[in-house]
């Protein structure tokens, strides 16, 4: 019963069926007992699957459906989205990755008994590898590389440090265990429990809670109540079934979560502790706060307050300014992990699906079912997510080399922590805005590696799930030109230790934050835009970054590295400095040069090899040999001007323009050539001849008869082969594209094929040679193949291109024009006469392409002399 909830678009049903969605459309007008409609649109209506498979099934018409393509289906048609249904099929593959047999007893039985099994078994898988929330080392709130633990709204943990163990919104206790000392939060913040949530021990008024050094009894006994922690086990502690006791001694776990709750350390409605009038004083012992500046031990009685306003905080070592945990995680709401196990209720709508992705994992394994099935949604969604490309994402994680502690603050779907290289012992970190990216992410990291992966839900720079890491590295692709990133709130955050950002420097708080999550000696590669490395606003703080030795690299990449790709981003590369370098230099790359052709992309193996070469060798020397047009380093001093500019095209020296005025010379030999060949290729004069009348056809026409085959290109394919796209036809390129893989078949060209582009409104029709057969045909292309015992490409191609005939065929809307190749016309001719108006129009295609290659190479010599002229490469005479 549950499948009946999976919903499917007819294009589903086109698959499933093996046809195309006309034939769907003729099945619904046709038969009336075709499954009526559950959901959509009345244009775009979604159907049942189970009532659509039986249907199908009972008019013999189910093809059989690849098993990727029918778990797809499930997917994309769940009740409660496509995005529920991958965190739940995720949680299960991991469960199948990890304890296989675990599945295999869950799923024996029924869908019920299923949903009921999965919780437990879901929850002591998640919890070793995408558990609570914490930090490596390092204190809660001050100085992250201060001793001193101080509380942040979530418990900080026992042991050598006090990293912060965040909840998911509740209490926190701070822990006094081993004699460290703990104090609570700033002036008017409580520093144990977060500003949302009532204190938990001496509530004179809005004190904050303050830990016990004695065996307090009697304290958080009831149930749900936020335990306070003491250097001895009291009585009653952590004794009630929702009791969320927070590090309450070396004896006892750091943290208890509710049973549907993943590291989290309570719950949101604690109720307070000791608030009465009468209740007795706690932070008496004089071995635990005994700083009378700190704390005053006066009674706690009717309104007398615990902590004295005018000598709170005055110790420095308690709450230092130095970057490593910004200010706001003090009053910020509490992280939320990641994940979270779901419910049984919760899982029973998706039985179905889980079942099949089991079986899928059966085949291909449960990490490559994972990432088939995240692809497909993000193919099937370009414009929701911005991704950064696996070439990108690898050359990153080189850039910042091995590492066992990994950050990325703006994880996304994962990609820059996927590309990093495995080590023993690995902690990777993520965090992101969007719960559904931060979910996605942890279950792809936790089945791709045997790390450690903590990931949490949450805006980075209001509200950092990881306040007390000191990474080995950290990578980022941040949003860009964010307006609301929290101006206005962080104006005297710790972090901003190289200058506070303008409203309109986004960029520079997230390099900022990267540094302040980094170890001493660690390395951060952020993509950025190319307007960071120039904007005034921005000036002072990358003066002094590069003061200071924490910018190391600015990189341009070509046009078309990641999105948006109509501009070249950048990659900085930093280093938290652990001395001032004496005399610092800064590497800066341009590759441009490597910028694919068309819509192909850059080619990623020189830019990889060129950056990689560059940076190892700057890294060794601390500087860098001029590599002209590509690579130098710069003294920090030649950059300390008015503008800070880091463009790496403002510093290096022009390429050489091989050999100059030779290369000039080849070019220009070239050109000769090619314009006598034009010259040669050049029509004759045309004879004035009466209007033909011939009887006509239309494509439509000949397709229906067998005298051709025609295809539409898709947006898939197994194979991983050049796509000619629209734009290689219409330029006479070769294929530059290329298309997701899927389960959907290519449609391969062959050569003598026909293929038409369908949108534009040009009259363009190109004949497959030699050197293109074998590509994938793109998007908005049609493909006409033609019986060669009945019509000739070189004729066909011909006639199709005429001016008139385009122009009957299309169809205009507000913005574009369409063609609809079915309606073009030709001439019904025999073959012999058609051979002889293919030979002329295959020559005048000749001359076209000389004509092309005449313009590039007229265009390459006019540059490269105005380069010259300007650039002293060349002499004026």
């Not at 059989?64 to 997917?75: S, Y």
């Not at 009894?217 to 969320?244: F, L, T, Y």
């Not at 994880?411 to 023993?424: E, F, I, W």
């Not at 940076?615 to 503008?643: C, K, M, Q, T, Y």
Request: glycine share 12%; net charge neutral.
């Amino acid at each position: 019963m549950q499948d009946n909830a999976t919903e499917v678009t007819a294009a589903g049903i086109a698959r499933l069926a093996g046809v195309g969605r006309a034939a769907v459309s003729n099945w619904r007008r046709r038969h009336a007992d075709f499954p009526k409609p559950v959901g959509g649109t009345e244009t775009s209506p979604s159907f049942a699957l189970a009532e659509v498979e039986a249907w199908l099934r009972k008019q013999g018409k189910l093809a059989e459906v690849p098993l990727r393509e029918r778990v797809w289906q499930q997917l994309a048609g769940h009740p409660e989205g496509p995005l529920t249904a991958l965190v739940h099929t995720g949680c299960v593959l991991l469960l199948i990755h990890e304890r296989p047999t675990v599945w295999l007893d869950a799923s024996a039985g029924s869908d019920a008994r299923l949903a009921a099994m999965l919780p437990g078994a879901l929850e002591k898988v998640l919890t070793p590898r995408v558990g609570s929330v914490r930090g490596r080392r390092g204190a809660g709130v001050g100085s992250a590389r201060a001793s001193a633990g101080v509380g942040m709204g979530a418990g900080v943990g026992a042991g050598g440090g006090a990293g912060a163990d965040a909840g998911a919104g509740g209490a926190g206790g701070v822990n006094a265990a081993f004699g460290r000392p703990a104090v609570s939060g700033t002036f008017g913040q409580a520093g144990v429990n977060g500003p949302s949530n009532p204190p938990a021990v001496n509530t004179g008024s809005a004190s904050p809670g303050v830990n016990s050094g004695l065996a307090t009894s009697g304290v958080n006994s009831g149930p749900g109540a936020s335990s306070v922690n003491s250097g001895a086990v009291p009585p009653g502690v952590h004794s009630g079934p929702a009791a969320s006791g927070v590090n309450s001694g070396p004896a006892v776990p750091g943290v208890d979560p509710e049973p549907t709750a993943l590291g989290v350390n309570s719950a949101p409605t604690v109720p307070a502790v000791n608030s009465s009038l009468t209740a007795p004083t706690v932070n008496t012992p004089p071995t635990v706060h005994n700083d009378p500046a700190v704390h005053n031990t006066a009674p706690v009685s009717g309104t007398s307050a615990v902590h004295n306003a005018s000598t709170v905080h005055n110790r420095p070592t308690v709450h230092s300014t130095a970057p490593g945990t910004p200010a706001t995680a003090i009053t910020g709401s509490p992280p939320t992990p990641a994940l979270t196990p779901p419910t049984g209720p919760q899982l029973l709508p998706s039985a179905p699906l889980l079942r099949g992705a089991a079986e899928l994992a059966a085949e291909i394994g449960a990490r490559q079912t994972f990432e088939f099935l995240l692809g497909r949604h993000l193919d099937a969604n370009p414009r929701q997510y911005t991704l950064t490309p696996a070439e990108l994402a690898g050359l990153m994680a080189d850039l910042a080399g091995p590492a066992r502690t990994v950050l990325d603050p703006a994880c996304g779907t994962g990609a820059l922590l996927r590309a990093v290289d495995p080590r023993p012992g690995q902690e990777l970190y993520a965090q992101d805005n969007a719960p559904e990216l931060a979910a996605l992410s942890a279950l792809r990291l936790a089945l791709h590696s045997r790390a450690t992966v903590r990931a949490a839900v949450g805006d980075t720079l209001r509200a950092d799930a990881h306040p007390g890491l000191l990474a080995d590295a950290v990578l980022c692709h941040p949003p860009f030109n964010e307006r609301n990133w929290g101006h206005d709130e962080l104006a005297y955050d710790p972090r901003w230790e190289y200058g506070f950002p303008a409203r309109t420097e986004s960029e520079l708080a997230w390099v900022q934050h990267a540094l302040a999550r980094l170890t001493d000696g660690g390395t951060a590669v952020l993509l950025m835009p190319p307007a960071a490395a120039s904007r005034r606003s921005g000036r002072r703080i990358r003066a002094d970054l590069l003061r200071r030795g924490a910018l190391r690299a600015v990189v341009a990449l070509p046009v078309g590295a990641a999105p948006p790709y109509n501009i070249p981003l950048h990659l900085w590369v930093l280093r938290r400095p652990d001395r001032t370098p004496a005399a610092p230099e800064v590497l800066l790359v341009d590759t441009g040069r490597f910028a694919g052709e068309a819509r192909g992309g850059p080619d990623w193996e020189a830019v990889r090899e060129a950056v990689l070469d560059a940076w190892r060798a700057f890294a060794r020397e601390g500087r860098l040999a001029e590599r002209p047009g590509l690579a130098r380093s710069v003294p920090v001093i030649e950059l300390l001007d008015d503008d800070v500019d880091l463009a790496p095209a403002r510093h290096l020296p022009p390429a050489a323009v091989a050999d100059g005025a030779e290369q000039l010379t080849q070019v220009r030999e070239r050109l000769g050539e090619t314009l006598r060949l034009t010259a040669d290729l050049t029509p004759p004069p045309a004879d004035p001849a009466p209007p033909a009348r011939w009887p006509l056809t239309t494509v439509g026409e000949l397709a229906r008869g067998g005298a051709l085959v025609m295809r539409t290109g898709g947006s898939g394919g197994h194979a991983r082969v050049p796509v000619l796209t629209d734009h290689d036809v219409l330029a006479g390129t070769a294929p530059s594209g290329t298309l997701p893989e899927s389960e959907e078949e290519a449609v391969l060209t062959e050569p003598g094929d026909v293929v038409v582009p369908v949108l534009g409104g040009g009259a363009v029709a190109r004949v497959i040679d030699e050197a293109t057969g074998g590509a994938a045909l793109g998007r908005n292309l049609v493909l006409l193949r033609p019986d060669r015992t009945a019509l000739d490409p070189w004729f066909l191609a011909g006639f199709l291109r005429g001016t008139a005939n385009n122009r009957q065929a299309s169809s205009y809307a507000s913005t574009a024009t369409r063609l609809d190749v079915r309606r073009l016309h030709l001439p019904r001719l025999p073959l012999e006469e058609q051979l002889r108006y293919g030979a002329r129009f295959r020559a005048l295609d000749e001359f076209e392409r000389a004509l092309r290659h005449a313009s590039r190479l007229g265009e390459q010599l006019v540059r490269g002399m105005y380069d010259g002229l300007t650039d002293g490469t060349v002499a004026p005479d």
